[in-house]
């Protein structure tokens, strides 16, 4: 199994660019997650999903789109990058029902010049 | 909203125990989790506790969660070079039916060669 992968692992884009962030996962895990991390602010939650086919906001969702038209996939946007949106995107996913613990991607860096 | 509070920062000498401290405020929490973060790297599952424990140990590593007080800690022990990491601890949430976890804003254990 490969895990969770993300691709790319690195971007850069200027203000205004849009891009979208894809998170796979090979587990059957039901439940998706996007994070974004910035220095001394721990991870915070974009959005998530908890089935084919839904998605939820979390804490920080202004500026972001998500999808999830397939199981295993989650897809993150950005319409329109502003500065701000400048940090590290890790995607997660746990199995679902009481299952708590969850499987992080290796990250993708986002640089918005 | 949730607030899991850790110090930023931590430093040891190798061979040494080291202790890192994690405040929680929702009671409710069901499982509370240890995840490592080596750098460029996205989070790693180390362990967790569910809430009606007091302690779990795990070869070099000890949980200890005083439930009362809100209040966890992960005991790494015999501490290597290796071990330099950053470490968040997380909470997770049951009312959110999603399966949520709130993190910290993460320790970086420095080893002292």
């Known amino acids: 199994n490969a895990g969770v992968t993300q691709t790319p692992k690195f971007r850069v884009l200027k203000t205004g660019q849009s891009m979208t962030l894809l998170c796979a996962q090979d587990?059957?895990?039901?439940?998706m997650y996007w994070y974004r991390q910035d220095p001394g602010m721990g991870l915070r939650l974009i959005h998530y999903s908890v089935g084919e086919g839904t998605t939820a906001k979390g804490e920080v969702p202004d500026g972001y789109n998500v999808s999830r038209l397939k199981k295993q996939n989650f897809l993150l946007g950005l319409e329109s990058a502003a500065p701000s949106q400048t940090s590290v995107y890790f995607c997660?996913?746990?199995?679902?029902?009481?299952?708590?613990?969850?499987?992080f991607g290796p990250g993708t860096r986002l640089t918005v010049t | 909203g949730e607030d899991v509070e850790q110090s930023l920062f931590l430093s040891v000498r190798e061979g040494d125990s080291s202790v890192i401290n994690c405040t929680y405020t929702?009671?409710?929490?069901?499982?509370l989790y240890w995840y490592k973060q080596e750098p460029g790297a996205g989070l790693q599952l180390l362990t967790y506790?569910?809430?009606?424990?007091d302690m779990k140990q795990d070869q070099r590593l000890t949980v200890l969660l005083n439930k009362k007080d809100k209040h966890l800690s992960l005991r790494i022990a015999d501490t290597q070079t290796g071990d330099s990491a950053i470490y968040f601890c997380a909470e997770s949430i049951s009312w959110t039916g999603a399966n949520n976890l709130f993190f910290g804003t993460g320790t970086r254990l420095t080893v002292i060669p």
């Open positions: 997660a996913s746990t199995p679902g029902a009481n299952r708590y613990e969850q499987y």
């Open positions: 587990m059957n895990h039901e439940y």
């Open positions: 929702d009671s409710s929490s069901t499982y």
């Open positions: 506790i569910f809430s009606n424990m």
